[in-house]
């Protein structure tokens, strides 16, 4: 079982369209959650990190769910921007410090 | 913007060559890593480090090897390239946060093709 999951999708949705993803973790001891943005070809960017509370950045919101172990990532208003793949990353317990370990990513394609 | 930087970006070898790839951030992180990742697939950690002559290995098996002298600098190198190593390979650094909440900050990666 891999200890980050995600639907790679493609997720194709309209303009303005409300999408949601989620990402599934395995190791109950993980410290921290984050959602990158990874465009064709280039390197991930964070998109923002996700707090036990949920938090909001725009169009964007983030929650976590300890209890089941997921998290999600809700885009409002989709634009043509938006287009890209979405990688959720856990940071786990490891050797005393902890590592980030990434999803393989839920590509989403925004249409006119 | 990150102060990461890979190079070089684009390289072909043919194979039986040493390669190193460089890469370097001006931001004082102690933790960085190398990742390799092909075509819409995941990031895969190859090697990491805590900090000057630390060095760890992923959990992708791999060929290469790392140093880490100097804080700002974590080159990856493969001694005898192969074909199965053609791949992006992508560096990245993060700094040391008490709670661990920390984000890593990614090179624009390095593009290899053995031949």
């Known amino acids: 079982r891999k200890e980050v999951e995600q639907d790679p999708g493609p997720f194709n949705v309209p303009e303005g369209a409300t999408v949601a993803f989620n990402c599934t973790y395995s190791?109950?001891?993980?410290?921290?959650f984050f959602w990158y943005r990874q465009d064709c070809r280039k390197e991930p960017k964070l998109l923002m990190s996700?707090?036990?509370s949920g938090n909001e950045d725009g169009r964007f919101t983030a929650q976590l769910n300890r209890a089941s172990q997921y998290i999600s990532l809700l885009i409002r208003d989709s634009k043509l921007s938006d287009s890209a793949t979405y990688l959720c990353?856990?940071?786990?317990?490891?050797?005393?410090?902890?590592?980030?370990?990434f999803g393989r990513g839920t590509s989403l394609i925004v249409h006119p | 913007e990150a102060d990461i930087y890979q190079t070089p970006r684009y390289l072909v070898i043919g194979t039986g060559k040493k390669i190193t790839l460089e890469c370097s951030q001006t931001?004082?992180?102690?933790?960085m890593y190398w990742y390799q990742q092909d075509p819409g697939m995941e990031l895969h950690l190859i090697h990491y480090s805590y900090g000057v002559n630390s060095t760890e290995k992923g959990d992708l098996s791999s060929e290469s090897t790392v140093s880490r002298i100097r804080t700002e600098h974590f080159p990856l190198t493969l001694e005898s390239a192969r074909p199965s190593h053609t791949s992006q390979y992508l560096c990245?650094?993060?700094?040391?946060?008490?709670?661990?909440?920390?984000?890593?900050?990614f090179g624009p990666g390095t593009r290899l093709t053995v031949t």
């Open positions: 990245a650094s993060s700094p040391e946060v008490w709670d661990n909440t920390y984000e890593q900050y």
């Open positions: 990353v856990v940071n786990y317990p490891s050797g005393g410090s902890y590592i980030p370990t």
């Open positions: 931001m004082g992180h102690d933790k």
């Open positions: 996700v707090y036990s």
């Open positions: 190791n109950s001891a993980s410290q921290s």
